[in-house]
């Protein structure tokens, strides 16, 4: 007999499985044989089920009753072999009809352990089969109720998906908008710069041309004295016209002035007005994300402030105008004493 070799042994059962497979019996009952003569071990119907696993429960048990009925009859047959003597033919029988009957006990028992073992394997597997349908039903329920939730949730990405792609398009359009916004808002900004250079350089101009035509008076003054001294000999008449015409030059250069010093406190506001635009600006470059509207006002105060400027700028026009005005009239009346004293001289 072969040690038991567990690897020998399964090779071996696969080799008599291809030899014999259609055969379930057979195939049985050769493993009962390779099992007993080959490696001494006394074959069960568990043992031969575990190794073949072909067939219903009750094969491997009639296949085993065949085998223990087949090995007695061979026995027998060599036993009662012409040549034995009867002593040792008895002696062998015997020895042969106790082994066959530990033999069926044996394998009763083993048939009766495994009807235990395949019924309650069986019962297991009904117990099994029963959990595994309900969970089956329970995957099915939770199946149905994960694809319907798919299709909720595929139906609510395809409407976000629609809703970020409609945002994304406002929010690249807002974004042309505050482009637009500030590209417009930086236009304002120069035309309000060249404004105030215009309108620095024109009160540059207005303050040189005051402070000429405060020399010119203050010449024209002195030489009015001067003819006041040389004439008033000559006649009071025309010491009161000269006085007159003196005071009314003072006037005028009074006039002239306060136009000027309105002019610089309008110039002050502006500055002032300016400032709070400036503010203003400042204030709109922080809101001009959230209301395009505020950027509208804030236009319409640039606007504003522009034709305030336009305003001033014709007001200082106008007030040019004016000091031309007094200077001719000026002219005049220190050509009226000159007019004068030449028929006198005469």
Known sequence: MDPINEDGLLAAVEALRAEHGGDTQLLYREVCGLLFFRY??????????????????????QALNRFWLELREKSRTRIEHPDLPEA?????????????????QLAGQELDAFREEAAEQARQAQHAREQADRERAA??????????????????????????????????????SLQAAASREAQLENELTLRQERFYSELEKMRDAL??????????????????????????????????????????????????QAAEQRQQQLREELARIN??????????ALSEAALLVERRAAIEASARLGAAEERCQHWQDEWQACRLELAEARAQPDNRESPTAS
């Open 40 to 61: 001494g071990i006394t074959p069960t119907a568990n043992k031969l089920y575990q190794l073949v696993r072909k067939g219903s429960m009750s094969a491997p048990a």
């Open 88 to 104: 040792l033919r008895d002696s062998a029988g015997a020895a042969m009809a106790a082994l066959w009957q530990q033999a069926r």
């Open 139 to 176: 995957s099915e329920s939770a199946l149905s109720d994960c694809q319907w939730q798919l299709g909720e949730a595929q139906q609510a990405l395809r409407e976000h998906e629609q809703q970020l792609a409609t945002r994304n398009a406002e929010l690249a359009a807002v974004s042309q």
């Open 211 to 260: 402070r000429l035509a405060d020399e010119r008076l203050a010449a024209a003054e002195r030489h009015a004295l001067l003819e006041i001294d040389v004439a008033r000999s000559k006649a009071g008449r025309l010491e009161k016209e000269l006085n007159a015409s003196r005071d009314q030059q003072q006037k005028d250069a009074r006039l002239a002035r306060e136009a000027l």
């Open 279 to 288: 503010e203003r600006l400042v204030l709109k470059e922080d809101a001009l």
